[in-house]
């Protein structure tokens, strides 16, 4: 079982921001009407609402009392809505980076190509393959086999297998000499 102090840690880091979005984030705030519930926008249309119904009412204490809870979300919401602003600039510009350095390899590659195609005794030549007479043939490595003769290898020929034996019980071992059935020949002497 848990223990009360845990418990009542958890539950009051529940309305704490956590570094998420806050922007779509529901809250509670416990303002001096009871709760309001809802993201941090709904939140401060509600206490500007509320402010306003204060004013009309003639209450300019609970109608500064709302404006200050009001102003406390919009704080939240402006720097949450800074940080993303933030992000968003940061990867724009690694991502301007990343282009740019795609448009140098780009344009290194470009100019390789066209100082190749320029100057052809810089361009990599292909390996030279000799096809000379298949006298040269053995000096190159290869084993020599029928087909490159030109003269056609028989068909090696198909050995038939012979049919197996249908396997039998193994027999049964033979009786030892002690629980052997005994024979005139094997009997002892009677004694006389």
Do not use: C, W
Request: charged share 40%; aromatic share 2%.
């Amino acid at each position: 079982m848990r223990s009360s102090k845990s418990r009542s840690r958890a539950k009051n880091n529940r309305n704490r921001p956590s570094g998420g979005n806050v922007v779509n984030r529901v809250f509670d705030s416990s303002g001096p009407e009871g709760k309001v519930r809802g993201t941090p926008q709904q939140i401060i249309d509600k206490y500007n609402q509320l402010a306003r119904d204060a004013q009309l009412a003639n209450d300019r204490v609970a109608a500064e009392n709302f404006q200050q809870h009001a102003e406390h979300y919009l704080r939240m919401l402006s720097e949450a809505q800074r940080e993303i602003e933030a992000r968003r600039e940061e990867q724009e510009r690694q991502n301007r980076e990343r282009q740019a350095e795609r448009d140098r390899e780009r344009a290194e590659r470009q100019e390789r190509e066209a100082a190749r195609q320029a100057d052809p005794a810089e361009a990599p030549q292909p390996d030279v393959m000799d096809f000379a007479a298949p006298d040269a043939a053995p000096e190159s490595g290869l084993v020599e086999t029928p087909e490159s003769k030109g003269a056609e290898a028989p068909a090696p020929e198909k050995k038939e297998k012979p049919a197996r034996k249908p396997r039998g019980r193994k027999p049964k071992p033979a009786p030892a000499a002690e629980d052997a059935p005994k024979t005139d020949g094997d009997a002892p002497e009677a004694a006389e």
